[in-house]
């Protein structure tokens, strides 16, 4: 009685492994392609953009050591890895597994562009600085520092946005931010100028008196 038992549960074992084992081989084999496939494409990206010169450019006129090359590698590989994990967990029928790796997916559209548009806000404001330093004007050099950090916050700020997170604290302080920048600028103008339109004036009262005479 107690083998018959026990030859039932095994044979029940087996009968499960036997059904579950087409998944198990379909899930395995969905990996080693999105392995095969996720490394083929992210080394497409990198060599894509190792050839257009971009690490280079940016590091050039944005002084941006990190490797954006390598950065889309990585980023094309993992998309096409979580994707393909995602499908052998449905396959394997993990629902848990799969609604977590899609949400990620979902999730990392947000990301990459939330970087992209820092990346780009940096290299513009680096750019702006630089030309407005190159110019050697006056006040230039703190011109030029004012104009990076706005942009840089801008872009964060856009930043932000892109990937849903709550933006009246960061606007507000972005508000007070402009305006001290620009109260700023206007007393360092002023006293700047000061000395300048006093001997403007002085200047002009010598020419103007000789003609009074």
Do not use: C
């Not at 280079?56 to 002084?63: I, Q, S, V, W």
């Not at 001997?199 to 008196?209: G, L, P, T, V």
């Amino acid at each position: 009685m107690a083998t018959d038992v026990l030859i039932g549960i095994a044979t029940n074992l087996w009968l499960s492994f036997l059904r579950f084992l087409p998944n198990l081989v379909g899930a395995v084999i969905l990996l080693a392609v999105g392995y095969v496939v996720g490394r083929a494409l992210g080394r497409v990206a990198f060599e894509l953009l190792t050839r257009a010169g971009v690490d280079k450019e940016l590091k050039k006129e944005a002084h941006i050591k990190a490797s954006v090359s390598h950065i889309a590698d990585v980023i094309v590989r993992w998309v096409i890895y979580l994707a393909f994990i995602k499908a052998a967990s449905t396959v394997l029928r993990v629902t848990a597994i799969a609604e977590f790796v899609g949400s990620v997916i979902g999730f990392l559209p947000g990301i990459i562009g939330a970087g992209t548009v820092i990346l780009v806000s940096y290299a513009i404001g680096i750019y702006f600085k630089e030309e407005l330093v190159a110019s050697k004007t006056a006040y230039s050099r703190l011109t030029g520092k004012i104009i990076f950090f706005l942009t840089l916050y801008l872009g964060l700020s856009v930043a932000l946005r892109i990937i849903n997170i709550p933006l009246l604290i960061v606007d507000q302080i972005l508000l007070i931010l402009v305006a001290s920048v620009g109260l700023g600028l206007a007393i360092a103008l002023g006293l700047g100028l000061k000395d300048a339109v006093s001997d403007f004036a002085k200047e002009m009262e010598s020419e103007y008196k000789p003609r009074r005479r």
